[in-house]
């Protein structure tokens, strides 16, 4: 292999012929020898195709030598070129059109006269080599020749597949895909050298690659389930391509006309060329890049080249992209309600207009659409028109007063009078207008269509059920915070009643015992506590729904003795067990949380059966129980009733002590627990975080 170096490129252009040619030969040998006993895959003309491939092969082979200015060259073309001028007669007898396209016959035995005819012109040349005029116009006409060989076959093949019935074209494509490239390669090739006068070695060299693009498009012809194989080009990749194709073609133009100033200009020819040059640049680089353009040429390549406007993979990707975007940054959803609706129809802006109370859709959200100020709302008829009718309006149709319907309402005076308002896209839920969307006029205009209106429709649907979601929740939660209001009164209620009960109880001893100092004295303590527990649930309530008083460390010890000398009265309240322990608590609430414990299990205990409360360390907790002996609960009513709010047995109860106070007790990172056995009795037990523990343990009992 020759050395490549930057000052020999006719080296470079030899070996890309060589690497390419010996590729090309391979791949047609391969295939003609995995082909022959599959030739029946491509009909009548299987056994021409490995002919054809075979001659291709060594034709390849021979040009990969640098043979081409040798009879053997030129031999091995021509069988190449009948070869396949055969396999395009026989893929027409496959269907029949050998009889009924008459033209056929007498155009394939005239390529194959022009084919014999170039035969006979490198005979004349090597026989007469030494005159040099006589040679070039031989070489010419050779070139004129070859290009009526590739012009005549291509027609065949426009023909082969153009005139064939559509069921049949699933048969024929990757045929005449393959014979297109092979002779649409060859035309290039053979008209550049004919307007050259001269032998284009670069492209020429590249006539491997076209080899290979035939045996490769043969192939997936020959292969099973070829029908299925479909090439299906993303409009994302269409639109790259053409993209590139309009900028290729732009720079062409470019300089074609600068060369053609360069001849016409006279003296002034490099000014005039270099100014063409910066103004075509200039506009280039504005109007190619602009989004006008874009738009326009996806416009264009859509209608053209699509059966269907949208590629609804790619827009149903893209809608839940926009829709679902969830974070700290992302756009509230009314106005990713908007941009969903307008990536549709390349839509720069737009308005969200959501029902209210009274039906009339209101100004909610805006996208990219600051200049409208508090527009009014559409009026409750036009809006029951676009409920029921699920009408997507293009405002333009309704300034001129035409359309389908000459009788329906129109849309407030704002809308109209805007010139960049364009269409009204309604959001139906369960045949509800939820919201109506307004999106501006996109910069490349255009009618809306069938295409247009159901897409827009099944994603106004789904917008229209997020709309709704949202508004539930939004519900929901207001409907949560009133009921969090209710619980506040039923707390506060459940606390009143506690101390109306304290309060009539001390008013019928008074009538009795007002006299005994030591009633009296008693008395004002009680009154004293009273109120200290009704500023407690002042500030209780102030704060409900935010947690327990501020966590601190406590000594749980001193808590527990605090509510047994609640009791003091009372002889079946007694402390058990009391060791020194110190946690993470509210005092307060604990203290709520234990007197309610020792309160119920008074209750439900019969009348000098004890209660005891105790207090120990274990597994790093401080565990509180308050045990009784009473009438006890069933599993069923401690796993679904007990903590069930606003549910009581007790008649005349509110049912949320026992919520109340397990909520108190979450709220300090704690968890309380119930063991009880009905006839037996109940154990609630306490465990908050422990702090520290101390080593002494004191044994109480309280008579």
Excluded at 250 to 258: N, P, Q
């Amino acid at each position: 292999m020759p050395q490549l170096s930057p000052g020999a490129p006719a080296d470079f252009w030899s070996v890309i012929a060589l690497l390419l040619h010996v590729t090309a030969a391979i791949a047609a040998a391969t295939l003609a020898i995995w082909l022959r006993p599959r030739s029946a895959r491509l009909g009548t003309a299987g056994t021409a195709t490995v002919a054809a491939l075979l001659a291709t092969a060594l034709w390849s082979l021979a040009e990969a030598l640098e043979l081409r200015d040798t009879m053997i060259t030129t031999v091995l073309q021509v069988a190449r070129d009948l070869g396949w001028l055969t396999v395009i007669y026989r893929l027409f007898a496959d269907d029949g059109r050998h009889d009924s396209v008459a033209p056929i016959r007498p155009v394939l035995l005239a390529l194959v006269f022009v084919e014999l005819m170039v035969l006979g012109i490198d005979l004349v040349i090597g026989q007469f080599s030494a005159e040099i005029e006589l040679v070039t116009v031989a070489r010419s006409l050779g070139v004129m020749l070859h290009l009526l060989v590739t012009v005549g076959a291509l027609v065949l093949v426009h023909n082969l597949y153009g005139g064939a019935a559509r069921e049949a074209r699933l048969s024929l494509r990757w045929s005449a895909a393959a014979l297109a490239v092979l002779w649409v390669f060859e035309l290039n090739l053979y008209t550049v050298a004919y307007l050259a006068q001269g032998w284009p070695r670069e492209m020429a060299a590249l006539r491997g690659a076209a080899t290979i693009g035939l045996v490769s498009l043969l192939a997936i012809g020959a292969t099973h389930g070829r029908e299925a194989l479909r090439l299906r080009p993303s409009r994302a990749v269409t639109f790259q391509t053409f993209s590139l194709l309009l900028i290729g073609v732009y720079l062409v133009a470019m300089v074609l006309i600068a060369q053609w100033l360069s001849y016409v200009g006279g003296d002034f020819a490099r000014l005039i060329e270099l100014c063409f040059l910066t103004v075509a640049s200039a506009v280039a680089l504005l109007a190619l890049p602009s989004r006008r353009m874009r738009s326009w040429l996806k416009v264009v390549i859509t209608k053209h080249l699509f059966q269907h406007r949208y590629d609804y993979r790619q827009e149903w990707l893209r809608f839940t992209r926009t829709i679902g975007t969830t974070g700290s940054e992302a756009a509230p959803l009314g106005e990713r309600v908007i941009k969903a609706l307008a990536d549709v129809t390349g839509s720069p802006a737009g308005l969200l207009l959501v029902s209210d109370d009274n039906a009339e859709p209101s100004l909610a959200a805006r996208w990219n659409w600051m200049e409208v100020e508090s527009p009014a709302a559409l009026s409750p008829d036009f809006a029951t028109f676009l409920e029921r009718e699920n009408f997507i309006a293009e405002l333009d149709d309704m300034r001129q007063a035409r359309g389908a319907r000459a009788e329906r309402p129109r849309p407030p005076a704002w809308l109209l009078d805007d010139p960049r308002a364009w269409a009204l896209v309604p959001l139906i839920h369960y045949d509800r207008l939820v919201a109506v969307v307004v999106l501006a006029r996109p910069l490349f205009q255009r009618k809306l269509d069938w295409e247009d209106f159901d897409l827009l429709r099944v994603i106004g649907q789904q917008l229209a059920s997020y709309l709704a979601e949202n508004a539930s929740q939004e519900a929901l939660a207001e409907a949560g915070r009133f009921d969090d209001f209710n619980r506040r009164i039923a707390f506060v209620m459940h606390d009143i009643k506690n101390l109306a009960s304290q309060f009539s109880l001390l008013a019928r001893n008074a009538e009795l015992h007002a006299e005994k100092k030591a009633f009296r004295d008693d008395m004002l303590v009680t009154l004293r506590s009273s109120s200290e527990k009704l500023n407690a649930l002042i500030a209780r309530l102030s704060r409900y729904g935010t947690g327990v008083d501020r966590i601190e460390e406590i000594a749980v010890d001193e808590v527990a003795q605090a509510v047994v000398a609640r009791f003091a009265g009372n002889p079946q309240v007694r402390l058990a067990e009391c060791q020194r322990l110190r946690a993470s608590a509210s005092r307060h609430s604990l203290e709520q949380v234990l007197t309610h414990l020792v309160q119920n299990a008074l209750d439900a205990s019969p009348p000098g059966s004890p209660v005891f409360l105790s207090l120990v360390a274990q597994d790093g907790q401080a565990r509180i129980e308050v045990v009784d002996s009473g009438v006890g609960m069933s599993p069923e009513f401690v796993r679904n009733r007990l903590f069930k709010p606003f549910v009581s047995t007790k008649s005349g109860g509110f049912g949320i002590g026992a919520f109340e106070a397990r909520e108190l007790v979450r709220a300090m990172r704690g968890r309380l627990d119930v063991d009880s056995r009905e006839g037996i009795g109940s154990r609630f037990i306490v465990r908050l975080p422990l702090k520290t523990s101390g080593a002494d343990m004191v044994r109480t009992e309280v008579a």
